[in-house]
Nanobody, 128 residues
Framework: QVQLVESGGGLVQPGGSLRLSCAASGFTLDFYVITWFRQAPGKEREGVSCISASHGNTHYAEDVKGRFTISRDNAKNTVYLQMNNLKPEDTAVYYC????????????WGTGTKYGYWGQGTQVTVSS
């Protein structure tokens, strides 16, 4: 079965950290661009971070730069999103998406290019 599964979400206090995982089954992530998106209640879905298939180049939304780090472990067929210094405004459902039409985030970040695979999402709540 081909799917992406996110995990690692939860409730954390402001200033805390979480690491989200996006694990693929049924296909190999090596040649896929992976983007993390999030959607807060009443807001549109937004891109958080992207990692290219080739060279591992990364992109980040302005409001997470310096706090979030995306990485990939091809041996584990998993992409991670390390989130530090979390803020209440980071509260959202986080989704990972994968696509292999292109190998670089350049063709995906902020372009509306469709992704072939989506995960089911994991809830992140930042609250005291």
């Amino acid at each position: 079965q081909v799917q992406l599964v996110e995990s690692g979400g939860g409730l954390v206090q402001p200033g805390g950290s979480l690491r989200l995982s996006c694990a693929a089954s049924g296909f190999t992530l090596d040649f896929y661009v992976i983007t993390w998106f999030r959607q807060a209640p009443g807001k549109e879905r937004e891109g958080v971070s992207c990692i290219s298939a080739s060279h591992g180049n990364t992109h980040y939304a302005e409001d997470v730069k310096g706090r979030f780090t995306i990485s990939r472990d091809n041996a584990k067929n998993t992409v991670y999103l390390q989130m530090n210094n979390l803020k209440p405004e980071d509260t959202a459902v986080y989704y990972c998406a994968a696509d292999s039409s292109y190998s670089s985030c350049y063709y995906y970040w902020g372009t509306g290019t469709k992704y072939g695979y989506w995960g089911q999402g994991t809830q992140v709540t930042v609250s005291s």
